[in-house]
T-cell receptor, first 113, second 114 residues
Framework: EAQVTQNPRYLITVTGKKLTVTCSQNMNHEYMSWYRQDPGLGLRQIYYSMNVEVTDKGDVPEGYKVSRKEKRNFPLILESPSPNQTSLYFC????????????FGSGTRLTVV | QQQVKQSPQSLIVQKGGISIINCAYENTAFDYFPWYQQFPGKGPALLIAIRPDVSEKKEGRFTISFNKSAKQFSLHIMDSQPGDSATYFCAASSRETSGSRLTFGEGTQLTVNP
């Protein structure tokens, strides 16, 4: 089944403890992106990647890092999480950004206390 | 700064009625306008999309109307069903950034009563 897989689905962590949210797609998509969803704000782009080793900032990149060493994987790294990063995170992929729709993962609900 | 403004925030419709969600944008370089549907506990899923060279696109009960001069576009759901109850997001992207920057509206929570 073609899908985007995120792990974990739920995570509660403490301020300052580094964490990684993994994202993997099995559709050979070139484009991948991370979004955060907050009530009343919709989805806001954190980082995106047009291809392997090519990443760039979205609208809200502060406090996040990404890497794209393989085509299928695009992990999101929070080096020192803070409470304002409590949110619902989605990874998405597309065969070609702006031409085809995005396939989203099921989301990761992160709580930072 | 929200580049795509969506309204209403929530909408309640009776079964069989028409649901209408509106979006407005500022960036005239936007050239791809998709709508996404999100059910609780799931990621958004592409519903329908339009490009500015047409004023309307219909897929089943779902229609996008596009007004380039007003910089507005809307989603119409005809014969709304309880199964349509979900959160709907409009979005836009620009060829200038190779479509890499998909900007979403704030979302509309639709409830269709039986």
């Amino acid at each position: 089944e073609a899908q985007v897989t995120q792990n974990p689905r739920y995570l509660i962590t403490v301020t300052g403890k580094k964490l990684t949210v993994t994202c993997s797609q099995n559709m050979n998509h070139e484009y991948m992106s991370w979004y955060r969803q907050d009530p009343g704000l919709g989805l806001r782009q954190i980082y995106y990647s047009m291809n392997v080793e090519v990443t760039d900032k979205g609208d809200v990149p502060e406090g996040y890092k990404v890497s794209r060493k393989e085509k299928r994987n695009f992990p999101l790294i929070l080096e020192s999480p803070s409470p304002n990063q409590t949110s619902l995170y989605f990874c998405a992929s597309s065969l070609s950004a702006g031409v085809y729709g995005y396939t989203f993962g099921s989301g990761t609900r992160l709580t930072v206390v | 700064q929200q580049q795509v403004k969506q309204s209403p925030q929530s909408l309640i419709v009776q079964k069989g009625g028409i649901s209408i969600i509106n979006c407005a944008y500022e960036n005239t370089a936007f050239d791809y306008f998709p709508w996404y549907q999100q059910f609780p506990g799931k990621g958004p899923a592409l519903l329908i999309a339009i490009r500015p060279d047409v004023s309307e696109k219909k897929e089943g009960r779902f229609t996008i109307s596009f007004n380039k001069s007003a910089k507005q576009f809307s989603l119409h759901i005809m014969d709304s069903q309880p199964g349509d109850s979900a959160t709907y997001f409009c979005a836009a992207s620009s060829r200038e950034t190779s479509g890499s920057r998909l900007t979403f509206g704030e979302g509309t929570q639709l409830t269709v009563n039986p």
